[in-house]
């Protein structure tokens, strides 16, 4: 079964700094890409940050960027995202994706999501 559970949300005031994990089982954690969206109230969902199997390409929005670290340790079959500088714009609901191409098919997983609210 696959599994990829979120935690560290909360709430901040501006300038805060918050740490997500995600922290993933039941596949090949290690044969996938991962990576960190977003979805505010009545916007669509936005990709935050991705991170290859290898951690050797990195991508971020830039509206993020020099704020947001993303990293993964295959050890512990986690990934984190590292935010600072937070924003009141960068509230939203903040979801793990787990993805892969393999056989010519897109396999692709989700986590339930963890809030982010930064407000004064």
């Known amino acids: 079964q696959v599994v990829l559970e979120e935690s560290g949300g909360g709430s901040v005031q501006p300038g805060g700094s918050l740490r997500l994990s995600c922290a993933a089982g039941?596949?090949?954690?290690?044969?996938?890409?991962m990576s960190w969206f977003r979805q505010a109230p009545g916007k669509e969902r936005e990709l935050v940050a991705s991170?290859?199997?290898?951690?050797?390409?990195?991508n971020y929005v830039d509206s993020v960027k020099g704020r947001f670290t993303i990293s993964r340790n295959s050890a512990r079959n986690t990934v984190y995202l590292q935010m600072n500088s937070l924003e009141p714009e960068d509230t939203a609901m903040y979801y793990c994706?787990?993805?892969?191409?393999?056989?010519?098919?897109?396999?692709?997983?989700w986590g339930q999501g963890t809030q982010v609210t930064v407000s004064s």
């Open positions: 994706r787990a993805d892969r191409y393999s056989g010519g098919k897109h396999w692709e997983y």
């Open positions: 039941g596949f090949t954690y290690r044969n996938y890409t």
């Open positions: 991170i290859t199997t290898t951690g050797n390409e990195i």
